[in-house]
């Protein structure tokens, strides 16, 4: 959905994001607690649907938030770290509704859209997009 409580998926970014991830070779999970069947016909066909967020982001090493559902933010981003790859966890986060130092000390690395945030980490650019597995929520 391109808001919280709705299954409205006009115009969404969520979807737009999974599809150019997709595009680009990531392998996608997403999930959204109403929109999900309203959103399939607009997925590209390579994108895994996934009924949890724990399913969703199990083994990713970038979580996508780009709809600002109280489930996502009330999930513990102790429980996000925890079920990502265990190198890389990229945490994006598209509507800023996450405490930037909160998220940091999780053992997550923060990106927020439209702030100063993004410090690399890894030594360098990093492709996350390459065969990697990638969540959308």
């Known amino acids: 959905a391109f808001k919280s409580n709705t299954n409205d998926t006009r115009k969404s970014p969520a979807i737009m994001i999974a599809n150019l991830l997709a595009k680009e070779g990531a392998v996608v999970s997403v999930y959204d607690p109403q929109a999900i069947n309203d959103s399939l016909s607009k997925l590209d066909k390579t994108i895994l649907i996934k009924n949890s967020i724990s399913y969703a982001i199990k083994d990713s090493c970038a979580i996508f938030i780009a709809t600002d559902w109280d489930e996502f933010k009330e999930f513990s981003l102790k429980d996000y770290a925890q079920a990502m790859n265990k190198q890389i966890k990229l945490f994006v986060d598209c509507m800023n509704?996450?405490?930037?130092?909160?998220?940091?000390?999780?053992?997550?690395?923060?990106?927020?859209?439209?702030?100063?945030?993004?410090?690399?980490?890894?030594?360098?650019?990093s492709d996350v997009t390459s065969k990697t597995k990638i969540s959308a929520s």
Do not use: A, P
């Open 97 to 125: 509704i996450f405490d930037v130092k909160s998220v940091e000390l999780s053992g997550l690395q923060y990106v927020g859209i439209g702030r100063n945030s993004f410090k690399n980490k890894l030594g360098g650019t």
